[in-house]
Structures are given as C-alpha cells and as structure tokens.
C-alpha cells in the first residue's frame, strides 16, 4: 500500500534549539516528497520539495529535508527554532495516480 | 497571488441535513481536491478531480459525492450528513502534471449535531 509515516505525534523543543521531524515513505510512493506546514486555524502551505536532483532541499523559514532512498526517508530539520514555528507539519509523498498522500502530522511545540 | 476559497470557515448543521460545501480556486489549475483533517489521522482524500465533470474516488468517499461543473468550481456534498463527519474539510488544487505543489483553502469546520 502507498503510505507516508510520520514517526512523532508531538515534537516538544526549547527556542533556539535543533529540530528534526521524521518521515518515512513507502516504496510504492513516488519520490516527489513534499513538507506542508500548517499553522493554527489556517490551511497548508508548502514548505519545501523534492522532485529530483540535490538531495538536500532548502524550503522557507530556514527549514530544510533531506531526501535518503536507501532508507526511504525524508526529514525535515531546522537547526534553530523560533516560537513562531509552532505549528502542525505534514509530510507527503505524490501516488501514481496524481494524488498527493499525506502522512498523519507532527504537532511541533516551542517552550521558551 | 495564487487563491483556493472555501465558502464557509465553520458550518453547524444538523443530523441528516443535505450540506454543501464550496470551493473555488483562481489559479486556473486542473487538479482539485477535498480532504478531511481528525487528530492524529492527518489528510486523508475524499474525491478528487482532473478535469471538469471528471471525478476520481479518494480513499474515505462513503457518504459523500461531489460535482465539478466549471473548472474552477469544486463542491463536497453531504447526502446526509451524520455525526462522523464532523470534521475539518480542506480543498486543494494543483496544475498537472504530477508532483506540483498543492494549494490549500482556510478549511471549513464542520460540526454535525
């Protein structure tokens, strides 16, 4: 089955601190890899993707993911958070059938 | 600036009732979509569609259809709305071909009671 796995329900971090939000994709998905963030009471926005090239992809915010085919996995780190990226994220992978699969979302907290 | 309009932010609406909700994106896009959002499921697909009147099954269409009558335009009907589809209802759009970004609405809150 074509799946998208978010490995934490909930990331707490200190301000300031490194973060890393695991994803993991099926075989099955293709590897158009996207990170969507979704801040409180709104819609998604599109932080960053990999279509092919570089493995390593720079989105907005500072964020950036890493695309690793040997263990089917694409993170998205950030080496220094703020209270402003509180917010829900959401890993994504695009099926054959042109429709995007969504992992189940990260809830990422920043504790000052 | 790229826009996906969602009709409603929060609907109540009432146990069998027949619920509409609108969507219609500016971007010219092909692509639309309808997801629901729950804690700790994530997205998961309703419907979606490429091309007007065209319409695909998504992985949870039980007890929902849709209709795309312009290219713009693209609406979830509730037959018959129960108490389990309370839920968040988020509407997408995207260009063909594959792996282009998808653009989100505000969502509609929808509480069935």
């Known amino acids: 089955a074509q799946s998208v796995t978010q490995l934490d329900s909930q990331v707490p971090v200190f301000e300031e601190a490194p973060v890393e939000l695991r994803c993991n994709y099926s075989s099955s998905v293709s590897v158009y890899l996207f990170w969507y963030v979704q801040y409180p009471n709104q819609g998604l926005q599109l932080l960053l993707k990999y279509l092919s090239g570089s493995t390593l992809v720079k989105g907005i915010n500072g964020f950036e993911a890493e695309f690793n085919k040997s263990q089917t996995s694409f993170h998205l780190r950030k080496p220094s958070v703020h209270i402003s990226d509180t917010a829900e994220y959401f890993c994504a992978g695009d099926s054959s059938a042109s429709k995007i699969i969504f992992g189940s979302g990260t809830r990422l907290s920043i504790r000052p | 600036d790229v826009k996906v309009t969602q009709s409603s932010r929060y609907l109540v609406k009432r146990t069998g009732e027949k619920v509409f909700l609108e969507c219609v994106q500016d971007?010219?896009?092909?692509?639309m979509f309808w997801y629901r959002q729950d804690p700790g499921l994530g997205l998961r697909l309703i419907y979606f569609s490429y091309d007007v009147k065209m319409k695909e099954k998504g992985d949870i269409p039980e007890g929902y259809s849709v209709s795309r009558e312009k290219k713009e335009r693209f609406s979830l009907i509730l037959e018959s709305a129960s108490t389990n589809q309370t839920s968040m209802y988020l509407c997408?759009?995207?260009?063909?071909?594959?792996?282009?970004?998808?653009?989100f609405g505000q969502g509609t809150r929808l509480t069935v009671v």
């Open positions: 997408a759009s995207s260009l063909n071909p594959r792996a282009t970004e998808a653009f």
């Open positions: 971007m010219d896009h092909e692509n």
